[in-house]
């Protein structure tokens, strides 16, 4: 099976404590803040109890990390998964965003 991208993480506790772990363990080994960027996601796991932006918001938070938040990779998930893209923005935290992507591909599909 050959799968294009990384596959997302089931947005749990147990994953948001791991997830922040290494984040924590990567900025004090490099000794910068880094940016985690949202995932483009073409499935969701059933055992997810947190929403994507909640989950990216809580790791900002609790690492003092960044994010690098991919408009284009919102719209990719939002059509793939059927939800709501500016729901989500609306639920991602701002503050801890340094960076932005607005990039799309050149065809959109039909909705």
Known sequence: MYL???????YTESSLDLFCR???QAQQELGRQLL???PASYLRFRQSSISE??????IALRTGCGIL???NNIYVSAVGICFDPIAYLEALAIAP???LHLARPSRLPRR
């Open 4 to 10: 294009n991208d990384l596959l997302p993480l089931p």
């Open 36 to 38: 985690i960027e949202n």
């Open 97 to 99: 965003i340094g960076e």
């Open 69 to 71: 938040c991919d408009v």
């Open 22 to 24: 290494h984040v924590d």
């Open 53 to 58: 932006p909640e989950f990216l918001s809580e």
